[in-house]
Nanobody, 120 residues
Framework: QVQLVESGGGLVQPGGSLRLSCAVS????????MSWYRQAPGKEREFVAR????????NYADSMKGRFTISRDNAKNTVYLQMNSLKPDETAVYYC?????????????WGQGTQVTVSS
């Protein structure tokens, strides 16, 4: 059974930091690229960051560059998102995503999300 379980969300003041975690099971974690997305109320889900299967490549949405860091621990089947200098408009549900091609089929899994609220 595939599971992606996010944790680490919560309430943080503007300018503060949070570290999100996503623990996965049910598939070969080290074969999947991992991503974080977020969805604010009334808005579409948007890309935040991605890390390759071996952790050597990363990319970020422009507005997150320099403030957010994605990382992974393949021994722990966990991906992380360190978020610094958070802004109120970054209040959203943050989702973990796993994706990989197996042959010609693209496997794509989502977690349930963790709420991040940036407010004073």
């Amino acid at each position: 059974q595939v599971q992606l379980v996010e944790s680490g969300g919560g309430l943080v003041q503007p300018g503060g930091s949070l570290r999100l975690s996503c623990a996965v099971s049910g598939f070969t974690f080290s074969s999947y690229r991992m991503s974080w997305y977020r969805q604010a109320p009334g808005k579409e889900r948007e890309f935040v960051a991605r890390i390759g299967s071996d952790g050597t490549s990363t990319n970020y949405a422009d507005s997150m560059k320099g403030r957010f860091t994605i990382s992974r621990d393949n021994a722990k089947n966990t991906v992380y998102l360190q978020m610094n200098s958070l802004k109120p408009d970054e209040t959203a549900v943050y989702y973990c995503n796993a994706g990989s091609y197996v042959g010609t089929y693209y496997y794509n899994y989502w977690g349930q999300g963790t709420q991040v609220t940036v407010s004073s």
